[in-house]
Every structure is written in structure tokens, then in C-alpha cells.
């Protein structure tokens, strides 16, 4: 009797996961048909297959998310098929990493610089599979390296910062002219974005004091949001945070302490409204999508290199929309302007922002 | 920068508050782990319970917009998972770090499932109608300078867990059913012998545990933050594992090694900030519960030699 309800309910449950394995694999697939019928065009499959590997989780409504919005995009315009593989370790970014190749994809895009050893390990295994990697340069015949001039867009972040702490008539502002930075990972791109907010930072200001840290991972909101709170408690008013899903309790330690954060990769001014004061939105997305499309249209050149700057668009900081209607009279304009004036100069050459080894023009 | 004429900046009261409130968590956790190893039962689960318990306490509060009904449910669903292990343990003798692993990995597995079909997101969960636990806000300290600062706006969890902490050394040290825990926890075939229901002791510890780890993750979902994100319990349940064995499953022993690492990673946290290398401070929190392991074993074994000779001598005068 025992055995027999037993197996009753493991049966109930290798059901259960049954359907739960076909349910997950539909959100993927129905936007595709959706919108391919809404627009028209580019509705048929065009029977390229793409796979994404993410060093995280989707759901971190920055860096990840961004990169699946680009090649959601492509789904439902393009008609690709795609696969998105997440993983939390290093054991596990490899282990995907061999799976698409073995997979048969036409191209791999590793979302991440943490994925460049495995690349460079694997790559010339596979010799007919397209190959991409965002945010640092691998070389190899059939590998696009995609970066961007975040030490640009983070050299304007680092001015409104700089700018923004010595506002004392504003909430929360304190007299101590100190801003602080978090990074989920040491690796070398989160160097290239902190080299740029110093020096944006130390244009405005060059007594400032800047407080650094690292949360060693891109998934603990939890120790994301204790070192946000630690700089705000030494005297930090503002915190830039470059993490993730750990930036996720960037940003409500923030709204927590009643102090300010900047968000990152997307449009993050919205996760605490009020408490954002802009984001370093760092297009993606773009690179994701455009990547996929070059192999789509049969234009994908490996061995090349794109470097996204300010000046055609990769970066840029948000348009203070949300914390403006949150401040409201007490909005410092003078900020919105000058970093307008700084992002001119950028471009125009007259400043030069520098980058860490490694990054920059190729 | 240097970092020594920033030591006030770095040493300053919020340190104080900073070290609990890191703590807290792994407090709740090693608490989890505490009740059952006075029954000897090792609750490598707690992290696979307090995953259960986060997601369940923001799944509830979202839905009935009440913080207190998601800390029960936290509880339930912790009890839960705690009792799956309980009959696969107790009732057909399974091997308890196998399926404590088991539950691990399903937590993170389950929690990520129910994520995607209850809310349509992958990664993590934050909204607006999800409602924390209320910070508890005395209006009376708020012009008193350092005790402002320090007692203030801490959230209603944390309170309780000093008080959960005295509790539990009582109910532990001075209450029969303490007793009869820790007999079928030393020496089950004598407490067996002097009438004891050893299994039903063995799942009230348990169930216990379940709903402490339940409680251990509603406070991380819905009072240390106010999100879910998968796996976020990143690793606090195995460290309060950790924290037991350094207090020998004593609760207030227990805490005072949670507390240890709280201070290290909250210390780690300002010292970074003046450039002292991140790898070397990410590596303060383990490097301390290896030291604090190391500390305890050896205390262990001391404390076993002493209770072997006096046992002889005993013999011998017997």
C-alpha cells in the first residue's frame, strides 16, 4: 500500500516537472510568433540558431537583462531560434560554454569578459561556429570581440556624482565631499569603468574623496546592499554601482539609508524611483542584437573588433527624468548641463578619458 | 587615503549596528542548525530551508500585502521541507548530508521554478506591494545622540532574535523537554530506556528547526532586503552550520561566533574602501570560519581527553 502511493506521487511529479520543462520553454518561443505576426515581416524562421551564455542570472535588470533584450529583439524581428544559458559559477559558465559548441549553434555569444579564458580554450575547436564576446577583446578567426567606452560614460557618472555631493540643501546630501563606487567582480572592465568615474569625479572636484569596493559576486543583493551602506556610513551621500544582480541592493540600500545610487548597463532610474540618480546605460543590447543580425545577413567578420563610445551612442548617461520629478524645485539642473557640456567635449576630443590595459580603441 | 587616519571612519559606532544587522541572519540560521544537532542530527539543509522560507515569505506578503502572514507561511514552508528530511532521515534511515544536499539543491531549483510560473521573471523579484517587516522606530531616542544612531530603526526580526536567543538557552538548559532533546541527542538507547519517544523528539527538533529556518529566510527576503533573487541566501545557512559547531550548538556560543562573522565581513566592507585589496577582504569571512572551526575542534577534543581521564579514574576508584 505504502509502495503504491509512493509511486503514485513520484509519478504526479515526474509529471509536474514534465509540464514545467514544456512551460518554460514557451515564453521564449511565443513573443517570437507574436510580434512576428503583429509586424509582418521577417515572421519565418530564418533558421539561424543562436545561444547566449550569461555569467548570472537573467532578471538582474541591468547587464544581463539588457544583453536578453537585445537578442529578444532579434527573435521576434530576425526569426532566430535562441537559447539562453545562465550559470552562477565558473565551473558552470565553462561547462555551458561547451555545451553550445557542441550544440551546433551558429553563434555563441558569451555575454561577459568572464567568459574570455573558456573562449580562447574552445573557440578554435569549433571552427564553424560564429563566435562573439562583449566587453573584452579575444583574438581568433571566427571570434567578433564587441567593448565599450564605458570608462566614457563613466567619466560623466563620476562628474554628476562629484557635482551632486556637495548639493547639501538636498535631502540626505552631507557636508563631506565623499562618493563611493561598488563593483560586483574584480575583473579588468569594472577597472575601465571605475578609472573613468575617478577622473570624471576628479575633474569636477580634485579633492574628492572616492570610496571603492568589490561584493566579489555578480548574485548577493544582500552584501551588494552592506558595502553600499558601509560607504554611506563613512561618509559617502552617493554610490555608484556597477554589480548586476548584487546592484539590485545597491540601489535599495540607498533608498533605505535615504541616500542616492547610480544604476548601470540599463535604464535603472526607475527600480527606486527618487533614489537613482541616473544610470550609466550602456547599450548592450545594441551589440547583442547587431551581432545577430551580421549573422543573419551573412556579414559576420571574425577577428574584428567594434568599440561602442559616446559618440556613436554605446554609452551614455539616462536623462534625470525620474529624479527630477522626485526633487522636483530643488532639481540641480547645472548638473543635466554640464554633464551635457562634458559629453560634448568627450566626443569632440578635447577631454581625453582614460582607459584601464587592455580597453580602449583598438 | 590613507587607511590609518581614516580608523574613525572605519571604527565608528554604525560598526556596531552593522555587525548585528550582518549577523542577524546567520544567527537565525545557526539557530536552525542548533536545535537539531542537540538531537544530533546534522541540518545541512538550513540553506535549502531559509531558501524556501525567503521565497515563500515574498510570495505570501506580495499576495496578502501582509508581512506578518509571510513569515508564518515562511514558517510553514520551512517546516515543511524540514519534515521531508525528517522522514527521510528518521523513518527509512537515509543518510542525512545526502538528502540535506538533496534539499539544497532542490530549494534553488524549486525557488527559480515557482519564480517563473507564480511571477513570469527569472532572477530575482522586487515590487512596490511586496511589504517588509516594519523598523521598529522609538521616538524617545531620537535626541539622544550615540543611541540613536545605535538602537533605532532595526527591523522587528532582529530585535526577536536576541530575545529567540535567550529562549532558546533556556529551553535548551533548564526545561525537561531540553533535556530529553540533548539525552537523545548524547545517548539515545538511555534516553530510550527511561522512556522517551526518541523518534518523536528527534521530529520536534526538526519541525522546529523548519520553522526557525523558515523565519531565518523571511528576515533576509523581507527584512534584511525586500526582494527575492534566486539563490540569495548565498551560502549564510552553511556558515551558520559553521557558527553551531563553533558553539557547540550552545545558542549564545552559537551567536557570539555568527556575531565573529558579521564583524569580519562588516569590517571587510569599510576597509576597502581604502584600497585595501578586495580578494584579501572577501576572504576575511572564511578565512574566520576556518580559524573559528579550528579553535572549536581543538577546545572539543580537549574537553573529551579530560572527560576520558576523569572517566578512568572513576573506573579505577569504582
Known amino acids: 500500500m505504502k509502495k503504491r502511493i509512493l509511486s503514485i506521487v513520484l509519478t504526479t511529479v515526474l509529471c509536474m516537472s514534465m509540464i514545467g520543462c514544456a512551460k518554460k520553454d514557451k515564453p521564449a518561443e ?25 555569467t548570472g542570472n537573467l532578471g538582474d535588470k541591468s547587464y544581463n537583462d539588457s544583453c536578453n533584450e537585445g537578442a529578444q529583439r532579434a527573435v521576434a524581428e530576425l526569426g532566430i531560434e535562441l537559447k539562453s544559458l545562465e550559470g552562477v559559477t565558473a ?28 573562449m580562447k580554450k574552445h573557440a578554435s575547436n569549433y571552427p564553424d561556429t560564429c563566435f562573439a564576446i562583449i566587453d573584452t577583446v579575444i583574438e581568433g578567426d571566427n571570434i567578433q570581440s564587441i567593448s565599450f567606452a564605458q570608462n566614457q560614460g563613466s567619466f560623466l557618472a563620476g562628474a554628476a ?62 552584501k551588494g546592499k552592506e558595502l553600499t551602506l558601509a560607504q554611506f556610513e563613512q561618509g559617502a551621500d552617493i554610490v555608484m554601482g556597477v554589480a548586476s544582480t548584487t546592484g539590485t541592493g545597491i540601489l535599495e540600500g540607498a533608498k533605505e539609508a535615504g541616500k542616492y545610487a547610480i544604476g548601470v548597463d540599463l535604464n535603472q532610474d526607475g527600480d527606486q524611483p527618487g533614489s537613482v540618480l541616473t544610470s550609466m546605460v550602456k547599450r548592450v543590447d545594441n551589440a547583442c542584437y547587431l551581432t545577430i543580425k551580421s549573422v543573419v545577413d551573412g556579414t559576420f567578420e571574425g577577428g574584428k573588433t567594434q568599440y561602442l563610445t559616446l559618440a556613436d551612442g554605446g554609452v551614455s548617461l539616462t536623462d534625470f527624468a525620474v529624479i527630477k520629478e522626485h526633487l522636483g524645485d530643488k532639481f540641480p539642473q547645472e548638473i543635466v548641463d554640464k554633464c551635457n557640456e562634458l559629453a560634448e567635449k568627450i566626443i569632440a576630443g578635447e577631454i581625453v578619458v582614460e582607459n584601464y590595459e587592455g580597453f580602449g580603441p583598438q | 587615503m590613507g587607511l590609518f587616519e581614516n ?85 527509512y534511515n537515509s543518510d542525512i548530508c545526502a538528502i540535506g544536499m538533496g534539499i539544497n539543491m532542490l530549494a534553488i531549483a524549486l525557488t527559480k521554478f515557482l519564480l517563473s510560473v507564480m511571477f513570469g521573471t527569472t532572477g530575482s523579484f ?100 525586500t ?19 563553533f558553539g557547540g550548538a550552545n545558542p549564545v556560543l552559537t551567536s557570539v561566533g555568527c556575531l565573529l562573522f558579521g564583524f569580519s565581513d562588516s569590517v571587510g566592507a569599510r576597509l576597502q574602501a581604502y584600497g585595501l585589496p578586495a580578494q584579501f577582504v572577501l576572504m576575511m569571512p572564511y578565512v574566520v570560519t576556518v580559524v573559528i572551526l579550528a579553535i572549536s575542534m581543538i577546545i572539543k577534543l580537549r574537553a573529551e581527553k579530560k572527560r576520558e581521564s576523569s572517566l578512568i579514574t572513576n573506573e579505577a576508584r569504582g
Open chain 2, 227 to 245: 526582494q527575492f533573487v534566486e539563490n540569495m541566501t548565498n551560502n549564510r545557512g552553511f556558515m551558520g552550520v559553521a557558527a553551531m559547531y
Open chain 2, 7 to 91: 580608523l574613525d571612519k572605519i571604527f565608528n559606532v554604525s560598526l556596531i549596528y552593522a555587525t548585528f544587522r550582518a549577523s542577524t541572519p546567520i544567527i537565525y540560521a545557526a539557530l536552525c542548525a542548533a536545535l537539531t544537532q542537540q538531537a544530533n542530527i546534522l541540518n545541512i539543509g538550513t540553506e535549502g530551508i531559509m531558501l524556501v522560507g525567503a521565497f515563500t515569505a515574498v510570495a505570501v506578503s506580495y499576495i496578502t500585502g501582509s508581512w506578518f502572514f509571510g513569515i508564518i507561511a515562511a514558517m510553514m514552508g520551512g517546516a515543511l521541507i524540514a519534515m521531508i528530511m525528517a522522514v527521510g532521515h528518521i523513518k
Open chain 1, 91 to 118: 565551473q558552470e559558465w565553462e561547462a555551458n560554454l561547451l555545451a553550445a559548441c557542441e550544440g551546433g549553434y551558429d553563434l555563441i555569444i558569451g555575454s561577459s569578459s568572464n567568459l574570455e579564458e573558456y
Open chain 2, 126 to 225: 522586487a515590487n512596490p506591494d511586496i511589504i517588509p517587516i516594519p523598523r521598529i522606530h522609538f521616538a524617545f531616542l531620537e535626541n539622544v545622540p550615540v543611541l540613536n544612531d545605535l538602537l533605532n530603526d532595526w527591523c522587528f526580526t532582529e530585535w526577536f532574535v536576541i530575545l529567540f536567543v535567550i529562549i532558546l538557552q533556556f529551553l535548551f538548559y533548564k526545561t525537561v523537554w531540553g533535556l530529553r532533546l540533548r539525552a537523545v541527542g548524547q545517548f539515545p538507547m538511555a534516553a530510550q530506556t527511561t522512556g522517551i519517544h526518541v523518534n518523536a523528539v528527534k521530529y520536534q527538533a526538526m519541525l522546529i528547526s523548519g520553522l526557525v529556518g523558515g523565519l531565518a529566510g523571511a528576515h533576509l527576503s523581507l527584512g534584511y532586503s
Open chain 1, 30 to 54: 511565443t513573443p517570437a510568433a507574436s510580434t512576428g505576426e503583429s509586424s509582418g515581416e521577417a515572421a519565418e524562421s530564418s533558421g539561424v540558431r543562436v545561444c547566449v551564455v550569461y
Open chain 1, 161 to 222: 556624482a562629484a557635482m551632486f555631493t556637495e548639493m547639501t540643501d538636498i535631502d540626505g546630501v552631507n557636508e563631506d565631499v565623499i562618493i563611493g563606487w561598488v563593483g560586483g567582480m574584480d575583473i579588468p572592465v569594472l577597472h575601465d569603468f571605475y578609472i573613468g568615474y575617478e577622473q570624471g569625479a576628479k575633474y569636477v572636484n580634485p579633492d574628492i574623496k572616492i570610496l571603492q569596493s568589490f561584493a566579489g559576486t555578480w548574485n548577493d543583493p544582500l
